[in-house]
């Protein structure tokens, strides 16, 4: 609940936003790169407004129906402070769907294990282009944090894709 909790305040501390919006954020953009999928934002939202960490009111935009805006209060944005500062400093190892194939690896066949490594080395580099693409269409000048976690995930993709390239060396 902390990654919702930090997302959802972290929406909310850029503006305040209605529960479809915060839906299409998280949606498009954070599933992205953090992997996050929330089923259902108006649970959480309830919950972080018992909390008193957001308050709701309503609100009508132009011709559009009457919708719920959700707010950050005083104590909601010390919250998001407090987890945003506590995730910068957090160091939980992260989990690679590689590493338990690795601990197996010895089970397939070598010509197998070959073939299925060069392929996640494909897709991988498949997946930077795609990441480069953007960043060289200036898509991702508009906004420095995705710009920031593209880059990071750049890193990330080129350290597995050396290690990938390593390993097909020696089997």
């Not at 590689?98 to 070598?110: A, E, K, N, T």
């Amino acid at each position: 609940m902390i990654d919702q909790e930090l997302i959802l305040l972290g929406l909310l501390r850029q503006s305040p936003k209605h529960g479809y919006e915060i839906k299409v954020k998280v949606r498009e953009i954070l599933s992205l790169f953090a992997g996050v999928q929330l089923k259902s934002i108006y649970y959480p939202l309830r919950i972080l407004e018992k909390k008193g960490l957001l308050t709701k009111r309503i609100a009508r935009k132009g011709r559009r129906p009457l919708r719920l805006v959700y707010c950050l209060t005083a104590k909601g944005r010390e919250r998001f402070e407090m987890l945003l500062n506590k995730n910068l400093l957090d160091f939980k190892r992260p989990q690679f769907t590689l590493d338990l194939s690795l601990y197996f690896l010895g089970f397939l066949q070598p010509a197998l294990a070959r073939r299925r490594l060069e392929k996640r080395l494909a897709i991988l580099t498949k997946i930077s282009s795609g990441i480069k693409q953007m960043f060289n269409s200036g898509e991702l000048k508009k906004s420095l944090p995705l710009s920031r976690i593209m880059e990071h995930n750049l890193c990330l993709l080129g350290a597995e894709a050396a290690f990938l390239r390593s390993l097909l060396k020696k089997i």
